[in-house]
């Protein structure tokens, strides 16, 4: 039996906080105890509240927490913890406090693909640390970074495919539907995510056609840029700005193409869901895509930022049933790889390695 304690950080439920709850949850039909640190407000609490045995109750700033890790680790001692998964930055570096002679063993998922930058070295070269690494990018980030090769496993995010398999079964076999085709986009909305690029490409598309829709989901910083862009280009019966939704099943139900502008990505958990659920995927050819989409075969693939070449991706998924069809039914089998079954065991069998010692 292994005495887990999950760290976290966050405060809102969307990518990383849903992996988390997820692996706790699935964590359950193996010999474990699991136990959680996290701030009052998280959406954990609510989430994980049949699986935790006890929670430590985090501060809310990083320097409130710097203070109360000794009475964390007090609780680590005390509920005699085997080994701590931290999920997110901040974690990580309050995990560092809590482990004394590699005791408990240190576990980090790295999500982001950005390089480590000089004033996290030392935590990220320090010693007794197993890293999950999201995608081989990532690993290869933290490699570049001087974290050793036999200190990353690479292991991906997860998805609950019965939430999407009936979509994906009647989209695989579906010809083109009849009335507006609906394309959309889902994730926050900063720079990075390049959703500018998008609604040009769409402007494109509808400067040809109107056939179709594009539904743009989430919210943050770039919004009211969005907003303007559409209002200033007559898009407003054409983009719409549904905002943030909780469930990606919900909206990916009714998904013909889905379409992601990133500039950069760890994984992109959203294109995954959106195989699963049966729409046909349009990704910049960035890394983390590419490892999970061959062009032509399991979706399309375009520079970042080439937003005629988006566009003429987008008319071709929109003429062509027989190439969207077979887009859908290969990207099936590459999202069976999420499983959150799967996933759990490996991340388990980690789990069991590294109490052992085995690194």
Known sequence: MIKILHLDTGLIFRGGQRQVAMLINNLQRFKVRQYL?????????????????????????????????????????????????????????????????DLPRLVVTRR?????????????????????????????????????????????????????HSYS????????????????????FDRMKGYHDAVEAVKILASRRTDFEYMLYGDGPEKEKLVRYIRKNGLEDIVRLPGWQAEPADYLRDAHVFVSTSYSEGLNMSIVEAMAAGAAVIATAIPPHKENIVHEQSGMLFTPGDTEALAANLIRLLDDDR??????????????????????ERIYRLYCDVVAGDK
């Open 323 to 344: 190439l969207r069809r077979n887009i859908v039914e290969n990207a099936r089998v590459v999202a069976e790889r999420f499983d959150r079954h799967e996933i759990t």
């Open 112 to 164: 982001s693909s950005g390089k480590i930058g000089f004033g996290s070295r030392t935590k990220y070269l320090a010693h007794g640390i197993k890293y999950i690494a999201i995608s081989d990018h990532i690993k290869k980030m933290l490699i570049s970074g001087g974290v050793t090769d036999n200190d990353v496993s690479v292991i991906s995010s997860m998805i609950d495919l019965d939430h999407y």
């Open 169 to 188: 079964d009647q989209a695989a076999v579906s010809d083109r539907p009849k009335g507006r085709m609906k394309i959309i986009s889902a994730g926050a």
């Open 37 to 101: 640190a996290c701030p009052d407000k998280s959406p954990l609490i609510d989430k994980t509240y049949y699986t935790i045995e006890h929670r430590f109750p985090l501060s809310r700033t990083n320097f409130m927490r710097f203070l109360e890790k000794r009475e964390l680790r007090q609780f680590t001692r005390a509920n005699e913890i085997d080994l701590i998964h931290a999920h997110d930055s901040h974690s990580h570096t309050l995990a560092t406090f809590l482990t004394k002679n």
